[in-house]
């Protein structure tokens, strides 16, 4: 409610502003010409006198009046302008509120609607941050006037911040509604090097009658993932569908679970959700990515962005609501296709080895770190993971990751336990497979020269983390020395 009350606020301070001047202006005009009046006809009839407004003289003013009834109609533009500005910053809002609710009630909807309505809503911000620059600018202009006492500097840093954001706005109509890019420390495969591991991927997809990725990355960030977005990988930059697999997380998947986690990031591909995949979730993460931006502006143009930000950002949050409230049946739907690559059982010890064993990552980093600092690197960060992982697994890390969500670049997921439920299989049942984290056929056996591949993307991902700790030293440094 208090934000409610802030976005409106926000949006019609400046006509309400702009409104409050222009009528006390012109009620003084008014008032004065009354006096006026009442001077050279004392016997005039009071109630008669009270209707005589300055505009009625205007219609066709003397020559002493052009100036001042040029004035008095210029005031009554920006009346009426303040008045259409305001109106029409509270009907976008209206409108935006509208389509979140109706995009709720069907997908369609939110994938029809999203992406239109962002570059309608961009563009009549531009126009009110322009409306609203003048209004302040002439409010000031006309009240300055009035008391006899121009703000120059202040009108000229509200003009200049006007004319920044606008420029701003304007320049990033394009990136605010563009697609998300995704940074992987990681490398894409091709076919020649890795045919086993294309042939299951495209039988995957050809079972499950889903679109096979263009590009397949491998890297050491414990995660799998399908995107339309772009990826930005160690050698190049890749466009399309893209497929991206955890090298760490493949050394304790048996070849099964493999086969149902890539089902459920293939399950993406099929129908309907191919749609969202490619149309809907990487513009959505993008713009995302543009308000964080918009966001960091300094100086006068924050002032003048305010209300486009303000706005942009509800757009953003009312189809955030609409996109969780599919979300949670579109990952369900996914895992089914998943189980249908494999098994339900597969699904779910991969799903448990997943959320149970990933956050261990995050180990190794702070291990790395450590041998950084003395000047020490690991050859295969990846066969580190796993050797640790079969040293410490135990009933342990099973504590608490029912609750527990997996990340992913440009989507969401449900906890675990629903995940579970949904899938009919309770954390129980899979309880020890999923502690078997050295399974006979891993699945990194099905990329060829696989151990070559790991030790290239370790020393990259290390040199990047000491690239990190180097900056992070001098940031330091810089500081201590300021003291």
């Known amino acids: 409610m208090v934000y409610r009350i802030w976005l409106?606020?926000?949006?019609?301070?400046?006509?309400?502003?702009?409104?409050?001047?222009?009528?006390?202006?012109q009620d003084r005009f008014d008032s004065e010409l009354r006096t006026a009046i009442v001077e050279v006809n004392p016997d005039a009839e009071e109630t008669i006198v009270q209707k005589f407004t300055l505009s009625d003289l205007c219609d066709n003013p003397e020559t002493e009046l052009v100036e001042l009834c040029s004035t008095y109609n210029n005031l009554g533009l920006m009346k009426s302008g303040s008045v259409i500005a305001g109106v029409t910053g509270l009907i976008l809002i209206v409108v935006i509120k509208l389509a979140g609710l109706f995009a709720r009630t069907n997908r369609r909807i939110l994938l029809l609607v999203f992406k239109p309505g962002l570059y309608l809503t961009a563009l009549v911000?531009?126009?009110?941050?322009?409306?609203?620059?003048?209004?302040?600018?002439?409010?000031?202009?006309y009240l300055g006037s009035w008391i006899g006492r121009l703000p120059i500097g202040f009108m000229a840093v509200i003009g200049l911040g006007g004319f920044v954001g606008v420029f701003i706005l304007a320049s990033n109509m394009m990136r605010i509604v563009k697609k998300a890019q995704t940074s992987v420390i990681g490398l894409p495969l091709d076919r020649g090097q890795s045919p086993q591991l294309y042939n299951k991927i495209e039988n995957i997809a050809h079972r499950l009658g889903a679109l096979s990725p263009h590009n397949i990355v491998v890297g050491l960030d414990p995660n799998f993932f399908v995107t339309e977005a772009d990826v930005v990988c160690?050698?190049?930059?890749?466009?399309?569908?893209?497929l991206y697999c955890s090298l760490p997380l493949c050394r304790i998947l048996s070849e099964g679970e493999f086969n149902a986690i890539v089902g459920h990031e293939l399950g993406h591909f099929k129908g309907l959700d191919t749609?969202?995949?490619?149309?809907?979730?990487?513009?959505?993460?993008?713009?995302?990515?543009?308000?964080?931006?918009?966001?960091q502006n300094e100086g006068a143009s924050v002032i003048a962005l305010l209300p486009a930000i303000s706005i942009l950002t509800y757009f953003y949050d009312a189809f955030a609501t609409a996109e969780n409230t599919h979300s949670r049946e579109r990952e369900f739907a996914a895992d089914r296709e998943g189980a249908n690559a494999s098994s339900s059982e597969m699904l779910a010890s991969a799903l448990v080895k997943v959320h149970a064993f990933a956050p261990y990552w995050y180990h190794f980093q702070n291990a790395a770190i450590t041998a950084i600092k003395d000047?020490?690197?690991?050859?295969?960060?990846?066969?580190?993971f796993a050797e640790a992982i079969k040293r410490n697994a135990n009933d342990s890390f099973l504590d608490g990751i029912a609750e527990t969500h997996t990340s992913h670049p440009t989507d969401s997921h449900p906890p675990l336990a629903a995940r579970l439920a949904s899938l009919n299989t309770p954390l129980q049942s899979v309880a020890s497979q999923s502690l078997v984290v050295q399974p006979e056929i891993p699945a990194n056996r099905l990329i060829d020269d696989v151990v070559?591949?790991?030790?290239?993307?370790?020393?990259?991902?290390?040199?990047?983390?000491?690239h990190r700790v180097s900056e992070g030293n001098q940031t330091n440094k810089s500081g201590d020395d300021s003291d």
Do not use: C
């Open 125 to 141: 911000l531009v126009i009110l941050v322009i409306v609203h620059a003048v209004i302040a600018i002439g409010s000031l202009w």
């Open 275 to 295: 749609k969202f995949s490619e149309k809907f979730y990487p513009i959505y993460r993008g713009t995302a990515n543009s308000l964080v931006m918009l966001n």
């Open 452 to 466: 070559s591949i790991e030790e290239e993307i370790s020393e990259a991902y290390q040199l990047i983390l000491a």
């Open 375 to 384: 000047d020490k690197f690991y050859v295969n960060a990846s066969e580190f």
């Open 8 to 25: 409106i606020g926000v949006i019609v301070a400046v006509p309400l502003v702009g409104y409050v001047v222009s009528s006390w202006i």
């Open 234 to 242: 160690l050698k190049n930059k890749l466009e399309g569908r893209t």
